[in-house]
């Protein structure tokens, strides 16, 4: 998971196949391929080490890490680092499998495994096609959410759907607050705060742009001016509507 260390494309391929070929995850299977897949790609050269152990890069066994942290991590890497992101380098199913496993080394012993996607068209499919255009450049939603396998998981996965377009307007971004650092001062959303550095997400502009910090040098206060009506201001209110239909048709209650 750290760099491109290892990283083998055909056979990460092959156990991306045999995981989509078999329908319904189980999750056993799902985790001795991750295993696998974590083994050649991850636990190899100046990366983790076996198991999540100790190695070149950090130790990930053992460190608390919730699921959807270790996804969002593989999935966007980590800026001025080793580690890359996995986006574009394991296919959806691959990918899955790594996190899952992962997952279990951080002590969670039912991570999430499903691969089956729901069925979209009409209005949804609109919805879908608007929440990645890349027309818009850095003003869609998929800039900062991830949903369906497109996006970057800047925020949170999405719980729960405003009930329209008004709605997701005026949503409250309680987790988004203020850090000043040195002379600068900008909305930011907490990633990490540990002893070694501080990691957030500086969201002054488009695309959110990841910081890391020395310990202590960031001072984070709670509120601020950022709204998310600001982040949307590129879709009109009928577009914003299909977009949740789309939110609706993919998004577990």
């Known amino acids: 998971m750290t760099?491109?260390?290892?990283?083998?494309?055909?056979?990460?391929?092959?156990?991306?196949?045999?995981?989509?070929?078999s329908g319904q995850a189980q999750t056993p299977d799902v985790l001795k391929q991750g295993e696998q897949i974590f083994a050649t790609t991850c636990a190899t050269g100046y990366c983790h080490g076996a198991r999540?152990?100790?190695?070149g890069a950090p130790r990930l066994a053992g460190r608390g890490f919730d699921q959807d942290y270790i996804?969002?991590?593989v999935a966007r890497g980590i800026p001025d680092t080793g580690m890359a992101s996995f986006a574009t380098k394991l296919p959806p199913p691959a990918l899955m499998a790594v996190v899952a496993y992962v997952?279990?080394?951080?002590?969670i012993t039912n991570p999430n495994v499903e691969t089956a996607r729901p069925v979209i068209s009409g209005e949804a499919a609109r919805g879908a096609e608007?929440?990645?255009?890349?027309?818009?450049?850095?003003?869609?939603?998929?800039?900062c959410h991830e949903m369906d396998g497109f996006g970057v998981p800047v925020a949170s996965p999405i719980?729960?759907?405003?009930?329209?377009?008004?709605?997701?307007?005026?949503?409250?971004?309680?987790?988004?607050?203020?850090?000043?650092?040195?002379?600068?001062?900008?909305?930011?959303?907490?990633?990490?705060?540990?002893?070694?550095?501080?990691?957030f997400y500086d969201l002054?502009?488009?695309?959110?742009?990841?910081?890391n910090a020395e310990p202590g040098s960031v001072k984070f206060t709670e509120g601020g001016n950022w709204r998310h009506s600001s982040a949307i201001g590129a879709y009109k209110d009928s577009e914003l509507d299909?977009?949740?239909?789309?939110?609706?048709?993919v998004v577990k209650p």
């Open 204 to 211: 002054t502009s488009p695309p959110p742009v990841q910081r």
């Open 103 to 107: 997952a279990t080394l951080n002590g």
């Open 3 to 21: 760099s491109t260390c290892g990283y083998q494309p055909r056979y990460v391929l092959a156990m991306a196949l045999v995981l989509a070929a």
């Open 242 to 249: 299909a977009i949740l239909t789309f939110l609706r048709a």
């Open 71 to 73: 996804r969002g991590v």
């Open 52 to 55: 999540g152990g100790p190695g």
């Open 130 to 143: 608007l929440f990645r255009d890349a027309v818009r450049g850095f003003g869609r939603c998929s800039t």
């Open 159 to 199: 719980a729960n759907v405003p009930a329209s377009a008004a709605a997701l307007k005026a949503l409250a971004t309680p987790n988004v607050k203020t850090a000043a650092m040195g002379n600068e001062s900008m909305p930011a959303l907490v990633l990490s705060e540990s002893k070694r550095s501080t990691l």
